[in-house]
């Protein structure tokens, strides 16, 4: 490996700037697609707030648009699910206080994290799913004043199909859509580097080759 490297050393630019431009590719399709998930959540917030309580037929009606999401809800200012389009959680308060009190402030989006009633509420556009989700909270005012958060639940996994179907994959089904913490701002435990999305050839979805999750069969043993 260090002979191969030093032989093609002057190639080093040209696989960074590679690398960079992947990176940058990738980034920009997040932020878009973040950006168009706020645009739609701020529209309908500015809507519900001329008219609270609002008919839990019109959110369904939003989430059926909003295609990505698994749910949409209102939650008060102490943390009360108020109206929700997954019924059993309206009257629940198990929204972490600390995001609630983030997006009572200001938009704000939490995640990914473990949350056990995202694998109960089910998938959205993505054919993986697991108990991860990205939570938004969009402030919203009644009569000027900020009486909750319109949230908006979208399973972990569709981040990951974002990244599948963007160009520069070696194999098109292949898994590098890994994303990494570089710095946690929210939640001081998650360690910069951890990994804060699944890789496909976890899914067993590979053609090509042995998967993870089956085992990578090799000289010394199966990783």
Known sequence: MAWSCWLNRALYPQVEQIFESIADTRAKLLQDWTASQWQHLAELAESLGQDLPP???????????????????????????????????????????????????????????????????????????????LMFYQPLKFEGRVVGCLCGRVPNDVLGDLIQREAGHIYPESGDNYLFMVDSRFDASIQAGTALSRSRFEDATFTHGENLKQGVHIAFGTV
């Open 55 to 133: 008919d839990p037929q019109l959110l369904k009606a939003r989430l059926e648009q909003m295609l990505d999401l698994s749910e949409l809800f209102l939650v008060d200012t102490q943390g009360c699910i108020t109206t929700s389009t997954w019924a059993p959680r309206c009257g629940a308060r198990d929204q972490t206080p600390e995001a609630v009190a983030r997006g009572l402030l200001g938009p704000f989006l939490h995640g990914p994290y473990s949350d056990a009633q995202t694998l109960a509420i089910g998938p959205s556009t993505s054919r993986f799913h697991d108990a991860v989700p």
